[in-house]
């Protein structure tokens, strides 16, 4: 696990290893132990940096940037290559020389090889550079799920590369201008999808794409896709041992490692699943590691020390007090554009305990995607069943059903859940699909719009993307399509983003048995009803789980509740003050993003009690302290 950058320059200027150290220095996290940098002065200058967390050979040999055995390719790679044991037996076999017991020596051997589509060849999480002195050519490439990130700006003739965006805008001469498309995009997920970015100009490569750039000209290819088109005719309990099959085998490549090494531990299903597999590769006690919350909605503690106890780890915990203040603005330094997945708060400090101890965490990441385990995809399928009945039939029920989730105690998630449920089910698929997604509709937008933001806004489609990930799925299937949208969207935009950056900044690599590609070519081929059944998600993993006795009971039969935090209670209570300051600020106003009056509306409403916007409220927050670190 390491941080990369680099560049290729068309104008010669004033640049040597000076903007590489730079470049490496803001991210510095990323890789603490080591740096590395090289600069080709030939035709064009081209440079590359590398940040080093010594994961696999500790050695000075493993020390990038790597190249072949002339030095006429050279590398530098972020993230894990599992199988490079095989590919150097292979490589080996074809006449090529290694220096090293790294995975990352791989690379320059592969592109020598293999050509501009390596990558095909490599199971793992990464993100690499190839510069081919020979050619003047520079690769760029992502691992099949995004687990890695990559930014680049292409400029005059230049194109400049980083992991993250600190390193980027380390470059001299990169603007820092607001794409106001983006921000628009970014107010309805909480993200900004792929390729866009907050910055106009500034691109991120996409998942499983692999970019060359040569004399000014640059080309973009997928060289991975998803086959759903074809179901397998398939048991159980067939399908259910060749899922222990497979997930042993993730788990088991993913605890190779030269340092100490261990598992976050939530208390679902997923992380547990790992956490037993781990045991069952382990000689010695696997450490897990578990943060929770004195609000008992969002403490999960329990259930992770059943599974401690019955796996038997050697188990560590940590409760979150409210500080978010402290680290929010860090955090928003951190992930370099506005990301708004409040989540981002408990994973940096699960990521920061776990830190202390080992240097690689395995997480449960990847399950729910491949597994159906979120309730947005129950609904999706009830909501087109829902569609096709009679009117009169639907006004009864929608009555009905209101009145029920008015009488329940718990009245603001139920009730906000059956409301959601509704309003959305007479939509078209990927559109309800994106209603669920949103942290903001259309009419709340028209209210807290300023009307030029407004006119900007309305022309962006922010359902194209979840169109075309239904239709790129390849099914009609609608649990398996709702997965496909899951994978190409959310996950690689949101949750792993989410991870790289809080875990990165504690100088952590985690890695993600259910996001290996056999694994997630094995569950897109199976047939929804192992997936979920009525509202139960899961289901040929849960039945895995039980046919191997891996977990108690418990963690199977328990309600799903997520990693979250209680952002509202804390942007009533802590964040109080730096919330009004930052949104009413002159400013914040002065942006012209939204109307005052909507604002101080919804502070009033969410301080006394009366609404809840705290969603919504977190965004905007993350929004402005954004801008007051990167633009102001």
Known sequence: MCGICGFVLGRF???????????????????????GYFLSKGRVLAGLGHRRLSIIDLSESARQPMGNEDGTVMSVVNGEIYNYTDL???????????????????????YEEYGDSFATHLRGMFAAAVWDVKEDKLVLVRDRMGKKPLVYAVFEGNIVFASEFRALLAFPGIERSVDRDAIA???RYGYIPSPMTAFRGLKKLEHASYLVYRRGQIAINKYWKRDLSVQRKIGLDEAAEELYEKLNDSVRVRMMSDVPLGAFLSGGVDSSAVVAMMARNSQGKVRTFSIGFRENAYNELGYARAVSEYVGTEHSEFIVEEDAASILPALVEAYGEPFADSSSVPTFYVAKMTAKSVKVALSGDGGDENFAGY?????????????????????????????????????????????????????????????????????????????????AASGIDTASLMRAAFLASGTRDIVNASLYAEQELTLPND????????????SLEVRSPFLDQAMIEF????????????????????????????????VLTRGKMG?????????REGLSGLLSDALLSTESLRRGYFAASKLK????????GKKDYGPQLWALLVLELWHRRYID
């Open 13 to 35: 200027g004033a640049y040597d290893t000076k903007v590489l150290e730079a470049m490496c220095d803001n991210m510095r996290h990323r890789g603490p132990d080591d740096a």
């Open 88 to 110: 150097r037996r292979i490589l080996t076999e074809k006449g090529h020389f290694f220096r090293s017991g790294s995975d990352s020596e791989v690379i320059p051997h592969l």
């Open 185 to 187: 995009w970014y107010l």
């Open 375 to 455: 309730d947005r995809i129950f609904a999706n399928r009830w909501a087109e069943i829902y569609r096709s009945f009679p009117g009169p039939f639907k006004a009864l029920a929608e009555a009905c059903l209101g009145k029920a989730a008015a009488r329940h105690a718990d009245i603001k998630n139920k009730a906000e859940r059956v409301r959601r449920f509704l309003r959305a089910s007479g939509l078209p698929i990927a559109e309800r699909y994106e209603y669920w997604l949103s942290i903001a509709d259309r009419s709340f937008e028209r209210e807290l719009y300023t009307p030029d933001f407004l006119r």
């Open 495 to 506: 949750y792993l983003v989410k991870v790289d950056i809080a875990s990165m900044l504690n």
């Open 523 to 554: 569950s897109s081929g199976l047939p929804s009803s192992l997936k979920q059944r009525g509202t139960t998600g899961k289901i040929v993993l849960k039945h895995m789980i039980r046919k191997y006795r891996l977990l108690p009971e418990c």
């Open 563 to 571: 990693f979250a935090i209680p952002v509202s209670k804390w942007l």
């Open 601 to 608: 509306e919804m502070l009033s409403a969410h301080m006394s």
